[in-house]
């Protein structure tokens, strides 16, 4: 971003107070842009502090959801859509479509907004209630089709997605499960940004994995600025596929793989680099919402569902570590966006998870 004079925010407090600085010592003024896209990215890491007790590595958690479109796609979103600009794939009065569980739709449908395209956007019926309002507040026309269909079925999302941007005059698609630019994205972003804020500290990078983009693009910077020495952890729903699950239904949305039940044909989507990441750890869905849970009301940290998946993997990583290791592990989005799903009594009495219900004091000890 460039500053809207040209000149530091703090030199034009303290010459307006004669030499004495209107911004307190401690707090860091920064962030002048010229448009929302622009505000993408820098986003703080924050220390874990009580659900780490007893661990004597330090557990850092980098909050996406302090993007300006609300998660860690909005850096994979502009990536695409400056790669499409840049190709001519995507021209002054397009339409950008995409297939997505919510945040990318929302990412995508904002910058679009901002630069005067379109943006059609086919989400699975399982997504929640509020990821589509929003999308819908953006601007998007939004396509809700059934997330269960195998992938060679003509209502499964990215086919419908596929037809729709061929259909479309200037439609464009941005296919984050095999654009490049979106795991260029955290490789040129997310990654030196972990990399700047632990002062090359960093031991271990965690995240959960969608498409693979977070998880390979940052993982293989990290690897390559540290020779190697940065271990790369994917956390992953229990029964998703990355991590050898049989594929079978979880509830945490946007992270994970789908075997396709009628072809038992696996591909891996090619945002997803195996060789950057060297292990995947399973989580499970009460273990996530659990882990979910605690972050709230022992860290005041609200977020969704996959940063549940990712940091109780991330505390399972940072358990046998010594104090000199620094465990970075990314939390995509709010749990503003799942306030009904996650953090709602009676939609985690319905599905058996009754332990978290509110009141009820969260286990000791259990992560
Ligand atoms: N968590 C959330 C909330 C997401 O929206 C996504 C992206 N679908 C992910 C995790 C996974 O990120 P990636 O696609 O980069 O693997």
């Given at each position: 971003?460039?500053g809207?004079?040209?000149?530091?925010?703090?030199?034009?407090?303290e010459?307006?107070h004669?030499?004495?600085?209107?911004?307190p010592?401690?707090?860091s003024?920064?962030?002048?842009?010229?448009?929302?896209?622009?505000?993408?990215?820098n986003?703080?890491?924050?220390r874990?502090?009580?659900?780490?007790?007893?661990?004597?590595?330090?557990?850092y958690?980098k909050?996406?959801?302090?993007n300006?479109?609300?998660?860690?796609?909005?850096?994979?979103a502009?990536?695409m859509?400056?790669?499409?600009e840049?190709?001519?794939?995507?021209?002054?009065?397009?339409?950008?479509?995409?297939?997505?569980?919510?945040?990318?739709?929302i990412?995508?449908?904002?910058?679009?907004?901002?630069?005067?395209?379109?943006?059609?956007?086919?989400?699975?019926?399982k997504?929640?209630?509020?990821?589509?309002?929003?999308?819908?507040?953006?601007?998007?026309?939004?396509?809700?089709?059934?997330?269960?269909?195998?992938?060679?079925h003509p209502?499964?999302?990215?086919?419908?997605?596929?037809?729709?941007?061929a259909?479309?005059?200037?439609?464009w698609?941005?296919?984050?499960?095999?654009?490049?630019?979106?795991?260029?994205?955290?490789?040129?972003?997310?990654g030196p940004e972990?990399?700047?804020?632990?002062?090359?500290?960093v031991?271990?990078?965690?995240?959960?994995?969608?498409?693979?983009?977070?998880?390979?693009?940052?993982?293989?910077?990290l690897?390559?600025?540290?020779?190697?020495a940065?271990?790369?952890?994917?956390?992953?729903?229990?029964?998703?596929a990355?991590?050898?699950g049989?594929?079978r239904a979880w509830?945490v949305?946007?992270?994970?793989?789908h075997l396709?039940?009628?072809?038992?044909?696996d591909?891996?989507?090619?945002?997803?680099?195996?060789d950057?990441?060297?292990r995947?750890?399973?989580?499970?869905?009460?273990e996530?919402?659990?882990?979910?849970?605690?972050?709230?009301r022992?860290?005041?940290?609200?977020?969704?569902?996959?940063?549940?998946?990712?940091?109780?993997?991330?505390?399972?990583v940072?358990?046998?570590l010594?104090?000199?290791?620094?465990?970075?592990?990314?939390?995509p989005?709010s749990?503003?966006?799942?306030?009904?799903k996650?953090?709602?009594?009676?939609?985690?009495?319905?599905l058996?998870?009754?332990?978290?219900?509110a009141?009820?004091?969260?286990?000791v000890?259990?992560?």
């Amino acid at each position: 971003g460039h500053g809207m004079s040209g000149e530091a925010p703090e030199a034009a407090a303290e010459r307006n107070h004669g030499g004495a600085p209107l911004v307190p010592s401690g707090h860091s003024v920064s962030g002048v842009y010229e448009s929302i896209a622009d505000a993408i990215g820098n986003t703080p890491l924050v220390r874990l502090n009580r659900v780490t007790e007893g661990l004597a590595a330090t557990v850092y958690v980098k909050l996406e959801y302090l993007n300006p479109l609300g998660s860690v796609k909005d850096r994979a979103a502009l990536s695409m859509i400056e790669a499409a600009e840049r190709s001519g794939e995507l021209r002054p009065g397009g339409t950008v479509v995409e297939a997505t569980s919510g945040n990318t739709g929302i990412a995508l449908a904002a910058i679009a907004a901002a630069r005067g395209y379109r943006s059609v956007v086919v989400v699975p019926d399982k997504s929640s209630a509020e990821k589509i309002a929003l999308l819908r507040a953006y601007g998007a026309e939004v396509h809700i089709s059934p997330g269960s269909r195998p992938s060679h079925h003509p209502e499964f999302v990215r086919n419908v997605a596929r037809r729709l941007a061929a259909e479309i005059p200037g439609g464009w698609l941005a296919g984050q499960y095999d654009n490049p630019a979106n795991p260029a994205a955290h490789r040129a972003t997310t990654g030196p940004e972990i990399w700047v804020q632990t002062a090359g500290a960093v031991t271990h990078y965690v995240a959960g994995v969608g498409t693979g983009g977070t998880v390979s693009g940052a993982g293989a910077f990290l690897k390559a600025v540290s020779q190697d020495a940065v271990r790369v952890i994917g956390a992953d729903p229990e029964t998703s596929a990355y991590g050898g699950g049989d594929g079978r239904a979880w509830y945490v949305e946007s992270v994970g793989h789908h075997l396709h039940p009628e072809t038992e044909v696996d591909e891996w989507p090619s945002s997803y680099h195996r060789d950057v990441v060297d292990r995947i750890e399973r989580v499970g869905d009460a273990e996530a919402l659990r882990v979910l849970q605690r972050l709230a009301r022992e860290e005041g940290m609200l977020l969704g569902g996959s940063s549940g998946t990712a940091i109780a993997a991330a505390l399972r990583v940072a358990r046998p570590l010594g104090p000199e290791s620094v465990v970075v592990v990314i939390a995509p989005d709010s749990g503003r966006s799942y306030l009904s799903k996650y953090f709602d009594d009676d939609w985690l009495g319905r599905l058996g998870f009754p332990l978290f219900r509110a009141g009820s004091e969260p286990a000791v000890g259990a992560v």
